[in-house]
């Protein structure tokens, strides 16, 4: 059996030129309207799961320090390679360590819902939290069951001039396990070689994962109501959720902070906390 990096690996390829861009324009809409609100320009920004880069490329062309984290060798070669003035790090993010420096991190295409034992989502969480400055944030996406039931249970095929794909999908409800098969073709200079993966993801329940982020410390966590509070149309992203978990100021820097800002510099700060997304509709924990 292949290692779970292995199997990213078999369709890093397929990835990079059929999956990466499909949400990409709601990804980034959603993106560009919750960052600012709570990043200065050039603030450092956390882009895990990264894949081929895709995301962290359009954190830094809006001026972040985007660092991409990716357990994919494949992965990480594409995204070395469409993104030469962005770093890198090849690591799993169940085990990843940060040092204390990031203003924010984000992880979207629904990456985290490949994270199949809630232990290790914990962990996630965890190491997340561990790596942002007060006040930092943590903005995800993450598959509804609505996905699982309406598409998991499809056959879809792709035939073009220089490759061909089969991806079959299963949803075991008793279980919250969704399996994607993916059989690849593809033409290597007349040859045509053949790729196979298997991908898992888990179907997580809104609550459990705001139960996840507050214990891990993040001071508050819930669901962004995309076309409420941003103004978004929801079509390309029907059955994904947002989340926006913020880590809280720490009260002593907080105060030194103050004491030493201008009066006017210090209103502006004010201005633009009441101005940042709040985690809108918050999931009652049971």
């Known amino acids: 059996m292949q290692s779970a990096a292995a199997e990213y690996d078999a369709f ?27 990043l200065e320009p050039g603030a450092s920004v956390l882009d895990l799961c990264c894949g081929v880069g895709t995301i962290t490329r359009a954190l830094a062309a809006a001026g972040y320090h985007a660092t991409g984290v990716e357990r994919s060798p494949a992965m990480i070669d594409f995204a070395r390679q469409d993104v030469p003035d962005a770093f890198f790090l090849e690591c799993d993010v169940r085990s990843f360590r940060m040092p204390l420096a990031f203003h924010g991190a984000v992880c979207a295409f629904d990456s985290l819902s490949h994270i199949t034992e809630p232990r290790e989502l914990q962990t996630i969480f965890d190491n997340v939290y561990a790596s942002l400055l007060p006040r930092g944030i943590f903005v995800f996406d993450l598959n509804l069951e609505e996905v699982y039931r309406a598409i998991f249970n499809e056959i879809c095929t792709v035939v073009e001039d220089d490759s061909a794909f089969i991806i079959r999908g299963n949803f075991n409800q008793a279980e919250r396990l969704a399996r994607t098969e993916l059989t690849m073709f593809r033409d290597m200079e007349g040859q ?19 139960r996840m982020a507050l214990e891990a410390g993040f001071a508050s966590a819930g669901v962004v109501d995309v076309p409420r509070d941003l103004g978004i149309p929801d079509r390309q992203g029907e059955g994904r959720a947002f989340f ?18 201008p009066l006017r510099s210090r209103a502006k700060a004010k201005a633009r906390r009441r101005r940042a997304v709040p985690v809108p509709r918050q999931t009652e924990t049971r």
């Open 12 to 38: 890093a390829w397929f990835y990079r030129k059929h999956w990466s861009a499909h949400y990409y324009s709601w990804v980034m809409a959603v993106l560009d309207r919750i960052l600012p609100l709570h």
């Open 192 to 210: 045509w070689k053949r790729y196979d993966a298997t991908l898992l993801q888990r179907c997580y329940d809104p609550a459990e994962i705001r």
């Open 244 to 261: 926006l978990a913020v880590k809280s100021a720490s009260p002593t820097r907080l105060r030194a902070e103050q004491s030493s800002m």
